[in-house]
């Protein structure tokens, strides 16, 4: 996958898809060094994210209900929009196209100090 992925680096966006079934070897997991937060649009609720703590893990534990699956950032099911914040990208399936207002909340993490996510 990564010599495909280097050989094809120079294609347009989008003419290329890679499909993984587990995060390659040597990926660091969600965990980070600092915490952050993550507030729900629908209700106003902010909620801490430890940095041992995935934002899904966060989440789950209050009650907010998000479909998931691998918890590995290569299924795309907990893809979830954001509205505002600088996430920390540590997926294996958006675009950058999909990147500019989508995150995994299984694995992505927060460069900015909050995440406001459109839930």
């Known amino acids: 996958m990564a010599a495909v992925k280097a050989a094809s680096d120079h294609w347009p966006a989008g003419h290329i ?5 587990a995060a390659p070897v040597g990926v ?3 965990g980070g060094q600092a915490g952050f937060e993550i507030e729900i649009t629908s209700t106003g ?12 893990s966060v989440l789950l ?22 509205l505002s914040g600088e996430p920390d990208h ?12 989508h995150i995994m909340v299984c694995v992505s993490r927060a460069k900015s100090a909050r995440l406001v996510l459109d839930l």
């Open 45 to 56: 609720a902010v909620y801490r994210v430890p940095p041992e703590s995935s934002i899904l």
């Open 28 to 30: 660091a997991a969600a």
């Open 17 to 21: 898809h890679f499909e993984h079934f």
């Open 90 to 101: 540590r997926d294996f399936v958006l675009s950058d196209v999909e990147q500019r207002d």
């Open 61 to 82: 534990s209050e009650g907010v209900l998000i479909d998931s699956s691998c918890e590995a950032g290569v299924c795309g099911t907990c893809t979830t929009r954001y």
